[in-house]
């Protein structure tokens, strides 16, 4: 509400949720995060601070969206991460080296079940040799309970994940079916 007569503006924070609090405040964080990393960054190549960020933050924040999210990527991609942003050379090396010391890589984990049986004789390893077809890196299997087994993926985003996850059910699907199981 506007107040004329006192000269102010009332704000409220009724209509904002629990949820949107929450990623407002963790922006927040991130975002100082980052400009005291990118401090940092500046301090190791004796830079001046404010304006190295006047001139090399703009860049990345068009690029990546934000800052932190540089210094996220740079984690992942390495150096070349910086390859489509004209920054010097030094800084793209400097920024992905605290990075690396400072962030984890993004990450996300999910889990799905699957269902194996075999009434074969040999059941118990052929359930096995189906299991060892979904092994793979960055791939947990355990035993729920018969005939259930929990897969678990984790991988830098979701779609990256649903494939392997989808990836390793179907291997092991494919195994038990041709051995005359089901899954």
Do not use: H, M
Not at 87 to 103: G, H, Q, R
Not at 143 to 152: C, F, I
Not at 156 to 163: L, S
């Amino acid at each position: 509400r506007l107040d004329r007569a006192k000269n102010t503006i009332d704000l409220s924070l009724r209509d904002v949720t629990p949820q949107q609090e929450k990623v407002k405040l963790e922006e927040w964080k991130k975002e100082k995060r980052a400009d005291k990393l990118f401090e940092r960054v500046c301090k190791d190549l004796k830079e001046d601070f404010k304006k190295s960020y006047a001139e090399i933050a703009p860049k990345l924040e068009k690029k990546f969206g934000d800052l932190y999210s540089a210094f996220e990527q740079s984690t992942v991609s390495g150096e070349s991460a910086f390859d489509e942003v004209e920054i010097p050379d030094n800084f793209k090396k400097a920024i992905t080296s605290i990075a690396k010391e400072n962030i984890s890589p993004p990450e996300v984990v999910i889990k799905g079940n699957l269902i194996l049986s075999s009434l074969s004789g040999n059941g118990v390893e052929v359930i096995k040799e189906a299991l060892k077809k979904a092994e793979g890196k960055d791939i947990k299997l355990t035993y729920v309970s018969a005939p259930k087994y929990r897969v678990e993926v984790k991988a830098p985003n979701y779609d990256e994940a649903e494939k392997k996850l989808a990836k390793a059910t179907e291997a092991a699907i494919l195994f038990i079916e041709k051995t005359g199981g089901e899954g």
